[in-house]
């Protein structure tokens, strides 16, 4: 379960011309639903192992996911991570 207050998802899909969006999801909407939540399968462990070098993203100019995530360059241009 999500945890108290509201729950907001932010999707963008520059491919599929779907623009940055943001949706606000009411925490009352989770709160009943909380009492009755029932595990099905016990969170395991997580196995330790590494990952390849991820490609930079392609993010849309000014929006919540360039804010969060940070301005990506390509591999091999100064100050890339990749």
């Not at 016990?42 to 940070?70: C, I, K, M």
């Amino acid at each position: 379960m999500p945890p108290d207050g509201d729950v907001v998802v932010v999707c963008a899909c520059e491919a599929l011309g779907i623009p940055e969006t943001r949706t606000v999801i009411p925490a009352a909407t989770f709160s009943g639903a909380r009492d009755g939540v029932v595990t099905l399968w016990p969170v395991e462990p997580r196995a330790e192992h590494t990952e390849p070098p991820r490609p930079p993203l392609d993010l849309p100019a000014g929006g919540w996911f360039e804010r969060v995530l940070g301005r990506q360059e390509p591999p091999g241009e100064p100050g890339s991570r990749g």
